[in-house]
């Protein structure tokens, strides 16, 4: 069996669409579309109507459901990956106010960024083999 990731989908604030996702990850519109009741219902269990941006961000895709209502339960839930321009979406993401957090083990740092809908993304910056052979050393 081979799978691969088509695409990761999102409940999003509609303002966080163009302030998050296009101007903090560089996410491009590939594609725009409404979802109707009649499938949002049966396939998501929310009978509304919602407007959906199929996005690329440096090669991940999102689906980004755009709404006005808000995440009220944090989760666990996260999105992860890896980016050599970690460091500056994370400057952009504290600039610009969204909640953000930096967690330093050894001499590698993780970035956590969060919309205002309480969707989080884990980046973490390509390991240089110095990096890598340094922490398994302590």
Same mark, same amino acid.
């Given at each position: 069996m081979t799978n691969s990731l088509m695409h990761v989908g999102l409940h999003v604030l509609e303002k966080d669409v163009?302030? %998050?996702? !296009?101007e903090i990850l560089d996410c491009q519109t590939k594609r725009t579309f409404t979802l109707q009741p009649d499938d949002a219902f049966p396939i998501f269990g929310? @009978?509304?109507e919602v407007t959906v941006q199929l996005v690329s961000c440096g090669g991940i895709e999102l689906e980004l459901f755009a709404g006005d209502k808000k995440n009220e339960i944090p989760t666990f839930g996260h999105l992860c990956f890896q980016s050599t321009e970690a460091d500056k979406i994370f400057d952009k993401a504290c600039k610009a106010g969204f909640r953000t957090f930096i967690r330093k083990r050894n001499l590698n740092e993780t970035y956590f960024i969060s919309d205002n809908n309480? @969707?989080? %993304?884990?980046? !973490? !910056?390509p390991a240089n083999n110095f990096q890598q052979i340094e922490s398994t050393l302590k």
């Open positions: 163009q302030d %998050f996702y !296009k929310i @009978n509304q309480n @969707n989080l %993304f884990e980046i !973490k !910056k």
